[in-house]
């Protein structure tokens, strides 16, 4: 398995921005399709956006659609998550997650698919 470690999280305004990142190793990474999910206090961890090994395939939640921005560098092992306009609501903790896979169209949503995942990095969104 990778091992994934996420750093960039921390205390922001509401309608600030904050950049996420996720660095891997341990493994090829550009064989690893990768997620960003989060988990809110009282709440079960939930689907953020992934994207497919070669970044040409991204998927959103709707709730962060247009806000968020995930990409990758599988020249530095680290993909990342461009969090703009940030609420209140968005507060969690966020987890990186990779799934070793084939093909270069696989993404998925669901947590259950992915094997690999960080130890998380707290994400305050204060109003």
Do not use: H
């Not at 090829?28 to 689907?47: C, D, H, I």
């Not at 209140?88 to 990186?96: G, K, Q, R």
């Amino acid at each position: 398995q990778v091992q994934l470690v996420e750093s960039g999280g921390g205390l922001v305004q509401a309608g600030g921005s904050l950049r996420l990142s996720c660095a891997a190793s341990g493994r090829t990474f550009s064989n690893y399709v990768m997620g960003w999910f989060r988990q809110a206090p009282g709440k079960e961890r939930e689907f953020v956006a992934a994207i497919s090994r070669s970044g040409g395939i991204i998927y959103y939640a709707d709730s962060v659609k247009g806000r968020f921005t995930i990409s990758r560098d599988n020249a530095k092992n680290t993909v990342y998550l461009q969090m703009n306009s940030l609420k209140p609501e968005d507060t969690a903790v966020y987890y990186c997650a990779g799934r070793l896979v084939e093909s270069t169209y696989y993404v998925s949503r669901d947590r259950a698919d992915f094997g690999s995942w960080g130890q998380g990095t707290q994400v305050t969104v204060s109003s």
